[in-house]
């Protein structure tokens, strides 16, 4: 089923009290996907600058790679066939650099030769220049070498007309050197998709203002706008709006209008003073609360205004990122027109004891840890979804099923780690 028609049988379902059902995390995020709908255009990009988007259109080889029988290694080509012992003596009768070819050469001789160099006609193996003893003009083997020793095969990594990447795929320095080597100029990627961030919360300052005893300085704006701009979409600043059901109503039509998705922090639970799916209504939009059984970030919105969709963040710092890194990836990954991520992680023992109640799939903060029985991550104590110091120590987070009802040392959790894209 794609993104659209998804989008449309959820939203033509009859209307219910989605915030007396508690989702999974899965379901959580396939509901929110659900509301995101792909983007049409597409950009042609240099191929240097491609890192971070999404291909729109398949990419395929043009030339063999490597493109001509080359040596892996700085050494000697040889004519092995059957093989050559070792102390043989063979007659040196050339040198080939890279991007020079070398003569024919016959048995018993040799061509001195280089990493990338073409293997010289005839010659059907290479030995290291470590494994030989110069003697003028002249080597010795100091071991054996069989035919195909230390020699790459033309086309042995690419064949001409191969699929190298898929549409959906999202670049990084590893498509970028594949394409390169093709000599492939410019890529044909998807729009990137426009996030705007919203904060939400009369007790909010911003950097610069005068902080009563009873106000906080905003964190989780500029902790999105971050994270947007790393996942490589198009951060826009929605700026602040205090709790207001009808402002932010304002704001929610004002920036629908200038992005793809838009994201509030705070405001989405189902307390008095939490007014986002209120305002998103007001704004002649429509979704719904979700009841996540996650640890932190139980509640959180999701929906369209026009043709944008809206993600509706909780307040504390830790919930909004751990949401943000489920929910919010799920849906710009379908803005991009890719298949939501698969959370993965990697399978490592705790060495730390920890203390909970079965029911949500918590996300703690983690450091990884290297002790004398391997490799295993330490829990930073009960980090709350308020508290950003142990995050910001931790090598990532560790998750904890929901049906697990607590952690003991040697317990298996999932790792994801935090360092280089806050992938989860």
Avoid at 401 to 413: K, L, T
Wanted: charged share 20%; hydrophobic share 45%.
């Amino acid at each position: 089923m794609t993104a659209l028609v998804a989008a449309e049988a959820l939203l033509a379902t009859p209307p219910v009290d989605r915030a007396s059902v508690t989702h999974s995390v899965s379901e959580a995020c396939a509901r929110a996907s659900a509301y995101a709908m792909p983007l049409i255009g597409a950009d042609i990009v240099p191929v240097a600058q491609g890192t971070g988007r999404t291909l729109s259109e398949p990419v395929v080889a043009l030339v063999a790679t490597p493109p001509f029988t080359q040596s892996a290694m700085d050494g000697y080509a040889v004519v092995a066939c059957d093989g050559i012992a070792v102390g043989t003596r063979l007659r040196v009768v050339g040198r080939v650099p890279a991007g020079r070819r070398g003569d024919e050469i016959a048995p018993g001789q040799a061509t001195r030769l280089f990493t990338g160099a073409p293997i010289p006609e005839g010659a059907d193996a290479v030995v290291m220049q470590e494994h030989v003893e110069r003697d003028g003009d002249a080597i010795v083997l100091r071991r054996p070498i069989r035919a195909g020793d230390n020699i790459r095969i033309k086309g042995e990594d690419v064949q001409p007309l191969e699929i190298l990447l898929q549409a959906g795929e999202r670049l990084d320095a590893r498509h970028i050197a594949l394409a390169a080597a093709q000599g492939i100029g410019t890529f044909r990627v998807r729009a990137r998709p426009r996030v705007a961030v919203i904060s939400t919360g009369d007790e909010l300052r911003q950097a610069g203002d005068t902080l009563e005893p009873s106000a906080i300085y905003d964190s989780n704006r500029p902790m999105l706008l971050a994270l947007i701009e790393q996942s490589g979409l198009v951060p826009i600043d929605g700026g602040w709006v205090p709790d207001r059901p009808e402002m932010l109503a304002d704001r929610l039509r004002y920036m629908a209008e200038r992005a793809d998705l838009v994201v509030t922090s705070g405001g989405a639970s189902l307390g008095e003073e939490d007014h986002a799916l209120e305002a998103l209504v007001q704004a002649d939009g429509s979704g719904e609360t979700l009841k996540i059984a996650l640890k932190p970030g139980k509640p959180a919105v999701v929906g369209r205004i026009g043709s944008a969709a809206y993600l509706g963040l909780p307040g504390n710092p830790v919930s909004s990122l751990v949401c943000w890194l489920l929910l919010g990836r799920a849906m710009t990954s379908t803005l991009e027109g890719r298949e939501p991520p698969q959370r993965l992680g990697f399978p490592l023992p705790s060495k730390s004891a920890f203390a909970r109640r079965a029911g949500r799939t918590e996300f703690v903060p983690v450091k990884l840890v290297n002790g004398h029985d391997g490799l295993g991550v330490e829990i930073l104590g009960r980090g709350g979804s308020a508290r950003l110091q142990p995050l910001a120590e931790a090598d990532g987070l560790a998750e904890i099923a929901a049906e697990n009802g607590g952690v003991r040392p040697g317990d298996v959790v999932l790792f994801h780690p935090l360092r280089g894209g806050f992938a989860i």
